[in-house]
């Protein structure tokens, strides 16, 4: 019997050392994979089940649509602000106000509009253009423009034909909607003035 068996082993040496570098080989080469080495393209469709992904690891966007639950509605939200309710003490409104024209000759005045974006309960009882004269109430900016509750302060940016100084422009008008700026052109030709205005509704 033991004389069979090394016949037979003798016999298929060759093929035996092959199968025994073959299986050595190949378990070498599955412990010797780089870490993240494997891409998607080489696993299989459908190989990847559930328990092979780590909880919490995907997002919403690698779902189809209608495969993760609807979550419970909300609760229903406060009422959004109308542009028709007046304006509360204290809530300040800002915008843009100017105008750019040709005139023929110097004289007469010339008014732009600015309509609030949401009218007040009361038209300012305090205005100011910045720079017109030494106040102190308005601080801001053009960029930033603010006022004090129940002023409405304008902000220069630009004027033409006259430039803006102390009594070159002023505020002709004002009420709960909005208000206009005046000026009078000094020469033919272009004139314009445009700025930033803010106004806060008072008591």
């Not at 033991?2 to 570098?21: D, E, G, M």
């Not at 966007?61 to 028709?84: E, H, I, M, N, V």
């Not at 110097?106 to 007040?120: E, K, N, V």
Request: hydrophobic share 40%; aromatic share 8%.
């Amino acid at each position: 019997m033991i004389t069979t068996s090394l016949r037979w082993v003798r016999s298929n040496a060759v093929a035996l050392v092959a199968l025994t570098v073959a299986m050595g080989g190949t378990s070498y080469a599955v412990a010797a994979l780089p870490k993240n080495s494997v891409t998607s393209r080489a696993i299989a469709p459908d190989a990847v089940r559930s328990g092979d992904v780590k909880n919490g690891s995907l997002l919403r966007r690698d779902f189809k649509a209608g495969q993760l639950p609807r979550g419970a509605t909300g609760a229903q939200g406060a009422p959004g602000r109308s542009a028709l309710t007046t304006l509360r003490i204290g809530e300040t409104v800002t915008g843009v106000v100017g105008m750019d024209t040709e005139v023929a000759a110097a004289g007469g005045d010339l008014r732009t509009w600015a309509s609030f974006p949401i009218p007040g309960t009361t038209g300012p009882l305090q205005v100011r253009i910045d720079g017109a004269a030494a106040e102190t109430e308005c601080t801001g900016v053009a960029g930033a423009p603010t006022a004090p509750n129940g002023f409405l302060c304008v902000y220069p940016q630009g004027a033409v034909n006259p430039v803006f100084g102390p009594l070159t422009h002023e505020v002709a008008y004002r009420n709960r909607l909005g208000f206009s700026v005046v000026w009078g052109p000094v020469s033919s030709g272009d004139t314009f003035f445009y700025g930033t205005y803010a106004y806060t509704q008072g008591d």
